[in-house]
């Protein structure tokens, strides 16, 4: 199914269950604040384009990427899958709301605020060694007002969880070591390399600056 | 036939299977995201998987470029997990 076809549906089927969240074509999502992105993504499968999934999934929005990530972020149960002439699409969308309001929501829940996804991130992603993971809890810490906790994390990340022999990770290694040192010039050059970095997010992602949503809009 | 190879996979109720997984760069991805290689199954969490299977039909075969290729998207630490080809009958 394509994405525009995903946004109606949702908009007419899903938004009005899910309070204050917000749609940008398959994504439901809200954003907080502090610079977290809290989403459920439709996402269409390969297989068939009648068969979706639901990913729920928090992001980090100040650790610039230009695509959802799921590394925070669970698959909800259940296989959506639309008929071809697209007569049951009430009935599916009702059942993906379902899914949502009973799965979803309460996952996208347990993080609310920065602090709350460092303090949650790695019980949820069932590890703390995979640097991407490390590194948005690190930077959360810090956006969340947690200096020393932030600091701590950044130097796991670059002192233990970082495999020089993966490339991958030399990106994040450049932006750590980026954060550590503006943190050696003060907390506020940290944050504001951070908000930088979440408005390049948003930029990529187009998501607008974060305002309250309200189901109006 | 590969949507009932996803209905079957569902069906089994192994919250420790997960069909069509993609990563880029080390992180698990929307599906379709530009540069991501799709996993047919992953065994494991998505962060953590144990091993991925590469669903072939006809006379698809699963490469070593293909299998490089999905390594060297992988989260750090999993390069060296078995990507194993399965065929549908």
């Keep these: 199914m394509k994405e525009r076809e995903f946004e109606k549906l949702i908009e007419a089927h899903i938004l009005p269950d899910v309070g204050e969240m917000r749609v940008r074509r398959s994504l439901l999502y809200a954003d907080t604040p502090d610079g977290l992105l809290r989403g459920i993504s439709f996402d269409t499968s390969g297989f068939s384009r009648d068969l979706f999934y639901l990913q729920a999934f928090v992001q980090a929005l100040f650790v610039p990427v230009d695509t959802l990530v799921y590394q925070v972020g669970r698959r909800l149960r259940g296989l959506f899958q639309f008929k071809p002439d697209g007569t049951d699409r009430p009935e599916v969308m009702a059942t993906a709301a379902a899914a949502i309001i009973a799965?979803?929501?309460p996952f996208l829940d347990q993080m609310t605020t920065a602090a709350e996804f460092a303090a949650h991130a790695y019980e949820?992603?069932?590890?703390n060694t995979d640097p991407y993971i490390v590194e948005m809890v690190g930077y959360s810490w810090i956006i969340g007002g947690h200096m020393g906790r932030g600091k701590g994390e950044v130097h796991r990340l670059l002192d233990e969880v970082?495999?020089?022999?993966?490339?991958?990770?030399?990106?994040?290694?450049?932006?750590a070591r980026a954060v550590e040192t503006a943190l050696g010039e003060s907390e506020e050059r940290a944050r504001d390399l951070l908000l930088r970095w979440e408005a390049e997010t948003?930029?990529?992602?187009?998501l607008e600056p974060h305002t309250a949503a309200s189901p109006a809009e | 036939m590969h949507t009932e190879f996803s209905a079957r996979i569902a069906s089994l109720g192994r919250g420790d299977l997960q069909t069509e997984v993609a990563y880029r760069g080390g992180l698990v991805v929307k599906r379709g995201?530009?540069?991501?290689?799709?996993?047919?199954?992953v065994e494991g969490t998505l962060e953590r998987p144990i091993a991925i299977y590469d669903l072939k039909t006809g006379s698809a075969r699963l490469t070593p470029t293909r299998i490089a290729d999905i390594r060297s998207h992988l989260p750090q630490g999993f390069q060296d997990i078995p990507i194993i080809e399965i065929r549908a009958p």
Excluded: F, Q, Y
């Design chain 1, 103 to 105: 799965e979803g929501l």
């Design chain 1, 124 to 127: 949820v992603a069932g590890t």
């Design chain 1, 162 to 175: 970082l495999s020089p022999s993966w490339p991958p990770g030399r990106l994040i290694a450049d932006r």
């Design chain 1, 202 to 206: 948003r930029a990529a992602l187009r």
């Design chain 2, 33 to 41: 995201t530009p540069g991501s290689v799709r996993a047919d199954v």
